[in-house]
């Protein structure tokens, strides 16, 4: 079949690679000039398979509250006068009663393990290099409160295959050396010893390379504009590519199935469809900072629980990134964020790199208020959604792509997992 892939990101091209490896007729389509120019640019480079719990959660909606109006707040809503910013706050709140926190988690995690698995064996088949580390991630904790929370959720999600094991402070250490430097703040931690890290980046870049030698075809610099349907099918894509803009003339696609990866530019395609597509752009911030010939920075990746940051070293460098914003779509550097995030890195690991040699970024995760991605048919019945991966679009991008391929294909995907159905 012909199949257009709107968004070249993490989720898209992943999904393009296992639709060409179907003997699909793949083309991908980007308003950027390359792959992973948007939210899966900098990210924080974890395949946290095991530590896949969403946000909304029944401790979530106190948390916010403590920290509304904080500048430096790791989790900050900005209220807007906005009707998709409050509809999805509402629905983000129904997401935190303690039902629905179990399904999601069972969702999240089901899916991010299995996309783990198809991560592995791609790396297996083709020998990508992005970077990759496969020493686990540890979950470090500096609050006795928030420790015993995580340490009584480690059953559940090693229920549904997560590999999560409580580590005393010494074992952590052990783990990681480099957290010698703040063992006293330290009061345990979760490693996952099959969990992964790599540059999201580097990865999408390498997979594109390798997917348009195996003919995929990319068009760059091109936007998509709306999708024209008969009501039963989507019959075309209205799109405009540069040259387009400068002769004021718009191109249409026309092929036989269409799929969405868009990330948060998703409900703008979807939502005049009437397709569902509750994605609200939550905007996080990465440093990447040059390790030289310091000895503090730790290789194992990391997550700091209590300011909800993750560590992850690729090569040189070491990648922090975290913090989460719900207040549109801009991607500007705040100051007083970016030095958070670098304040904290530097007082748990004095001698973690060049401070000065810190590059900022901002990108926005394509949040739905569940957490859980949609992934599957609409109610046309040649349009498609990979979309809407928010915190995990990089642990969920390859069990995601192969299993929307089997959707395609008409086999049954591997994965438990909740496909958005065509709705009747
Ligand atoms: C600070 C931060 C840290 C993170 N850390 C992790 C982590 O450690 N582990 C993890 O699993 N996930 C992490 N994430 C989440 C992860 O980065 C995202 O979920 C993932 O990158 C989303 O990929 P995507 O392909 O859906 O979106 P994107 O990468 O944004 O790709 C969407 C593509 O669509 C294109 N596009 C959009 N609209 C249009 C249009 N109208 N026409 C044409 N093209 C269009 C864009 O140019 C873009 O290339 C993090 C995110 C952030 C912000």
């Known amino acids: 079949m012909r199949i257009v892939v709107f968004g070249a990101g993490v989720v898209g091209v992943t999904a393009a690679w296992y639709l060409a490896a179907d003997g699909h007729e793949v083309t991908v389509v980007d308003r950027q000039p390359g792959p992973a120019l948007e939210t899966s640019f900098a990210n924080g480079g974890q395949i946290s ?45 129904i997401e935190c009663l303690p039902g629905r926190t179990l399904h999601n988690t069972i969702q999240c995690v089901n899916l991010a393990v299995y996309s783990r698995d198809c991560l592995r064996a791609l790396r297996a088949t083709t020998g990508i290099e992005y970077d990759q580390l496969t020493r686990g991630i540890l979950e470090f904790h500096t609050d ?83 999708l024209v349907t008969d009501g039963i099918a989507v019959r075309g894509a209205r799109c405009r590519s540069e040259a387009d803009r400068e002769q004021r003339a718009r191109e249409s696609i026309h092929t036989e199935v269409y799929i969405v990866a868009l990330g948060s530019g998703s409900p703008q395609l979807l939502a005049p469809l009437g397709v569902p597509a509750p994605i609200y752009p939550v905007k996080g911030y990465s440093a990447t900072i040059e390790v030289g010939s310091h000895r503090g920075a730790p290789t194992v990746s990391l997550t700091d629980l209590d300011r909800k ?77 990979d979309t809407g991966h928010g915190t995990l679009g990089w642990t969920m991008a390859c069990g995601s792509g192969r299993a929307l391929a089997d959707l395609i294909a008409g086999r049954k995907p591997e994965v438990d997992f909740a496909f958005t159905k065509p709705r009747k």
């Open 49 to 93: 398979a095991s530590h896949a719990a969403p946000w909304a959660n029944p401790r979530a909606p106190l948390t916010i509250l403590k920290w509304l109006g904080r500048a430096d707040a790791p989790l900050l809503f900005r209220p807007r006068m906005e009707t998709a910013q409050w509809r999805w706050a509402i629905q983000f709140l």
């Open 144 to 226: 006795r409160k928030a420790f015993a929370a995580a340490a009584s959720a480690v059953e559940l999600m090693r229920a549904h295959g997560g590999d999560r094991e409580v580590k005393t402070v010494d074992e952590c250490v052990a783990i990681e050396p480099a957290l010698a430097a703040c063992r006293e703040r330290l009061v345990g931690g979760i490693f996952t010893a099959g969990d992964e890290s790599g540059d999201a980046q580097r990865f999408t870049q390498e997979l594109a390379r390798l997917a348009a030698a195996r003919g995929v075809a990319f068009r760059w610099g091109t936007s998509v504009e709306s």
């Open 309 to 385: 940051l993750v560590f992850s070293r690729f090569g040189d460098r070491l990648r922090i990134a975290g913090t989460a914003e719900i207040g549109g779509h801009g991607t500007g550097l705040d100051r007083i964020r970016c030095d958070a995030l670098i304040d904290r890195t530097f007082e748990l690991f004095p001698d973690a790199g060049a401070r000065e040699s810190a590059k900022f970024w901002a990108g926005l995760r394509p949040a739905t208020p569940s957490n859980v991605p949609l992934v599957g048919a609409t109610r046309y019945r040649n349009l498609f959604v």
